[in-house]
């Protein structure tokens, strides 16, 4: 077991970790050697310095890390076409500009599921689409994105659905604007434009 990172150079650390395998070991891991790597607090900054460079030698065709396994997942809110099989008890909402149509509000889009790999090299994208009035030249949107520790399986459909079941573990994301509810299956992580956020979504205005 290699250490890294800020705790990777704690001593402490190290000697528990090495202590509760020689007291505990694993089955398939019965000798373990707990060993710290050279200058560890430089160990990610290197590792990303080095990605760019392999990427600037490759025409950024190439990344150090070929691909990644998603820990956790993730969605995006979003309304969609009421059916009254498929929204049964949700939030519905009369659409503004055609009286006939119905929305099914706080719906979840999961974009990247659990166990999903994922291809540092290929940016996820997601096109929406919004209603806007005659006239209105809006240019951004808001968009609320949400992540779940769950596996696939139990992922919620929409907001309603999540606030009624259990609580999984969940880990801090960095985002900016967080803001923190009290819904227990899923955790809110930010409120930002997608236009700041193409990598996740990519929105789509069309008047009407």
């Known amino acids: 077991m290699i250490l890294s990172g800020g705790l990777g150079s704690s001593a402490y650390v190290r000697d528990q970790l090495q202590q509760r395998f020689l007291t505990s070991p694993h089955p398939n ?3 373990v050697a ?11 900054v290197r590792g990303l310095l080095l990605d760019q460079q392999q990427r600037w030698l490759t025409n950024n065709t ?17 309304k969609q076409t009421y059916s009254p099989a498929l929204h049964f008890d949700e939030e519905v909402r009369v659409d503004v500009y055609d009286k006939t149509k119905k929305w099914a509000i706080n719906q979840i889009q999961w974009l990247i ?25 809006t240019r951004a949107w808001d968009a609320t994105i ?6 696939p399986s139990s992922l919620p ?14 880990s801090k994301g960095s985002c900016s604007q967080v ?16 236009a700041t956020s193409a990598a996740i979504c990519r929105a789509s205005g069309r008047s009407s």
């Open 29 to 31: 891991a019965s000798r």
């Open 34 to 44: 707990v060993v710290p790597c050279h200058d560890p607090q430089l160990v990610v």
């Open 62 to 78: 190439k990344s150090v890390l070929a691909w990644r396994v998603a820990r956790a997942s993730y969605g995006v809110i979003v």
């Open 113 to 137: 599921r659990k166990g999903d790999t994922v291809d540092p090299n290929v940016p996820l994208v997601k096109s929406f689409e919004i209603s806007l009035a005659e006239g209105d030249l």
């Open 146 to 151: 949400v992540m779940s520790q769950y596996e």
């Open 157 to 170: 459909s929409s907001m309603r659905k999540g606030a009624s079941s259990p609580p999984p573990h969940f």
């Open 179 to 194: 803001d923190r509810t009290d819904w227990r299956f899923w955790q809110q992580l930010a409120r930002s434009k997608c």
